[in-house]
């Protein structure tokens, strides 16, 4: 049984889209709100990073060549985003700037780095 579907569902789409509504949704303080958004991000990037390796084992122990399509190629390109996304935002919830200081800032919004 190909556990890979089942992990990148759980993880991506329902913990995710939980993390997503989670920081504006629930009725708790905004650094609780933030905590639980973090924590349910990083599950998520927890799953679909076990997703990724479970692909991968499979395809190595069933003699199948890895990443030898578009699915492949976009999946590992979102988990990549994803986790980096998710780096970021642990790195500002502790008060340090990784990629620019202008992204210092409490809100996902686009900033021109410049």
Same mark, same amino acid.
């Given at each position: 049984m ?11 789409? !329902? ?6 509504? &989670?920081?504006?949704? @629930?009725?708790?303080?905004h650094?609780?709100?933030?905590? /639980?958004h ?11 990073s ?12 069933s003699? !199948?060549?890895?990443?030898?399509s578009l699915? &492949?190629?976009?999946? @590992?390109?979102?988990i ?5 996304? /998710?780096i970021r ?26």
């Open positions: 190909q556990v890979h579907p089942v992990l990148m569902l759980i993880g991506f789409i !329902i913990i995710g889209s939980e993390a997503i509504m &989670s920081y504006k949704t @629930l009725p708790w303080s650094d609780t709100n933030k905590t /639980v973090l924590i349910l991000h990083a599950v998520a990037l927890f799953l679909g076990f997703g990724v390796y479970v692909a991968f084992k499979f395809h190595n122990e003699g !199948i060549a890895n990443l030898y699915h &492949s190629w976009v999946g @590992l390109g979102a990549i985003l994803y986790g980096l996304q /998710v935002t642990k790195s500002l919830a502790f008060g340090y700037s990784i990629f620019c200081e202008s992204w210092n800032l409490n809100s996902h919004s686009y900033l021109d780095c410049s």
